[in-house]
């Protein structure tokens, strides 16, 4: 926190607009949960301690949670409600595979980010691109490599500019924003729009300006937010900056398949907003709708993607050790095959370098979160009922520092996963980075594991595999790891550390 003034201010600004509200609020709404345990303070004044100390120490709660109930449930209070944290493999699994229409992903998610007012209702009504992003873009991952390794090599020649043997010092957070911003739409939208400095500065900003805004919004009562969500946030604003970069490219495309009269046409491009176009139907096969959409999947995509970067990008600066075997990998497999998809998906130790990150670092400390739907309220395995409108997580961070699963969990090995796929003789595909499972949730699991997760693994390899092979980095003034940020659930890389770049000397 002490290292970024700007979230500070805001995160007490938020708690404060919220201690007022709560104050004149009596007791915390929603469904009765006196059974569940809970962690912090309770009592309905009691519990507004718990949901400050939520802010800044959520993850020492959870800790305290799974410590004290193994394989069960326990609840904190999160400024206006509860959440239920579950831990242990059963519990977890009957959230991962719950039908949505039993644990809504979509609900939970819509009202934190309130999306209706900050990413558009179509997107709030209709969630139609995961399917996209798990079918054809991830079947264009590989097509569309060369490109993307393309665009890499020049985002670094551009924002990472060595020269001779002189260090280099840069923002770490924000040139790898810019690096996978460009390289992410290049994928997305191709050239040269994915190099305009406005749409990359709209899609760089957009992520943390929907959560902020959303943040505020569900400060309000409800009543309130048809007003003054639309006021608050800024999607007018963002979608008018987005039309004046977008509308050139989709305008035609829509232009172009109603001369057709089809959805194929000769010379259709080969990226997100055509695989976007092949499944929206209706008011959502719009001009409006369509901008919007490429909006929602840059939300989902850049700061995920960069925030884990960054983690990864810090514990290689603070591990010079670990370079040399990953020099090695990349070298050999760069000389034999070159850069492709299959190339980099057989770099075995940067991918168990990535898993090590996310388990140590992650971007939350919790996921799985669902809001209970069911009409009659969801029964788990263990016979527990929790009523309708409860809200559910799982304790992802205490769980990946579980030393029965992780042995020495808080040290970070950065081969750990790839020692274990090596031991195995079959079912190696079980440590890496793309796989989830009921003990490793970085990409949450089951019917809404993260569908972006297979382009994201390879576009963050192939970025490390290209520091490893032409750069040294390191430290300024040989620093230790720049400290994580914890606020509310989220895990946030240090903001402004700076990391030291030359051209690799050996
Ligand atoms: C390293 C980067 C990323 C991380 C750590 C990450 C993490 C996650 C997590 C934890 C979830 C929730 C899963 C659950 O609750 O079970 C999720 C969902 C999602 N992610 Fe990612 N993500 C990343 C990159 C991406 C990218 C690149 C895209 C798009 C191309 C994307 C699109 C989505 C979408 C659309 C969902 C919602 C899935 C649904 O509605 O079923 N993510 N992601």
Redesign the pocket.
């Known amino acids: 926190m002490d290292n970024n003034p700007d979230l500070k201010a805001l995160a007490l600004g938020a708690t404060g607009v919220a201690a007022l509200y709560l104050l004149i609020r009596n007791a915390f709404s929603g469904p009765k949960l006196n059974a569940v345990p809970v962690v912090g303070p309770s009592g309905s004044i009691p519990s507004y301690i718990g949901a400050f100390r939520y802010v800044f120490h959520a993850k020492e709660m959870f800790q305290e949670g799974y410590e004290r109930y193994p394989s069960a449930m326990f609840r904190v209070a999160v400024v206006d409600r509860w959440s239920v944290l579950v831990s242990g493999k059963q519990l977890v699994e009957d959230i ?1 595979n719950a039908r949505e229409e039993d644990l809504s ?2 609900q939970s998610t819509n009202e934190f980010l309130q999306t209706r007012y900050t990413l558009g209702r179509g997107c709030e009504r209709d ?1 139609y ?2 399917a996209v ?1 798990r079918t054809s ?1 991830t079947r264009n991952v590989g097509h569309r490599f060369p490109d993307v390794r393309d665009e890499i090599v020049q985002s670094f020649n551009d924002l990472v500019p060595v020269q001779g043997e002189d260090w280099l010092e840069i923002p770490g957070y924000d040139t790898m924003l810019q690096v996978i911003c460009r390289t ?1 739409n290049r994928f997305f939208v191709g050239l040269p729009l994915c190099r305009d400095p406005d749409y990359l500065a709209l899609m760089n900003s957009v992520a943390m300006d929907v959560v902020v805004k959303a943040q505020l919004i569900n400060f309000l009562p409800a009543f309130l937010r048809p007003t003054l969500g639309p006021l608050i946030a800024s999607l007018n604003s963002n979608m008018r900056r987005a039309e004046k970069h977008l509308t050139p490219l989709v305008a035609e495309r829509l232009k172009k398949m109603e001369e057709a009269g089809s959805k194929d046409w000769p010379g259709k491009p080969n990226d997100l907003i055509s695989w976007l176009m092949d499944s929206a139907q209706g008011e959502e096969l719009t001009l409006n709708a369509l901008v919007q959409r490429v909006i929602f ?1 840059n939300f ?2 850049i700061r ?2 960069t925030d ?1 970067f960054v983690h990864l990008l810090f514990d290689l600066a603070a591990g010079p050790s670990f370079v040399q075997p990953l020099r090695e990998e990349v070298e050999t497999i760069v000389n034999e095959e070159g850069w492709t998809r299959a190339s980099v998906g057989k770099m075995f130790k940067i991918d168990s370098f990535l898993r090590e990150s996310q388990r140590m670092h992650g ?2 400390t919790q ?3 669902r809001k209970i739907v069911k009409p009659g309220g969801f029964t788990f395995a263990d016979g527990t009922t929790l009523p309708t409108g409860t809200y559910l997580h799982a304790t992802t961070w205490s769980l990946h520092h579980d030393p029965e699963l992780y042995p020495d969990p808080h040290v970070l090995d950065p081969f750990r996963f790839d020692k274990l796929r090596q031991a195995e003789e079959v079912g190696a595909a079980k440590y890496q980075a793309v796989t989830t499972s009921l003990d490793y949730l ?5 019917v ?6 297979h ?2 693994v390879i576009e ?1 390899k192939a970025i490390i595999a290209h520091i490893v092979l032409n750069y040294d980095i390191k430290l300024p003034n040989n620093e230790g790891r720049p400290a994580n940020q914890y606020v509310a659930s989220a895990c946030l890389p240090h903001a402004t550390a700076k990391v030291l770049f030359r051209k690799r000397k050996s």
Do not use: E
């Open positions: 991962a992903f979509h969630p691109h995961p992003i873009l992410s999947v989902a995509a995920t993607s884990t971007i939350g996921s799985l979160g970085a990409f949450g699991h089951g809404h594991a993260c569908p972006g997760r382009m994201a963050l």
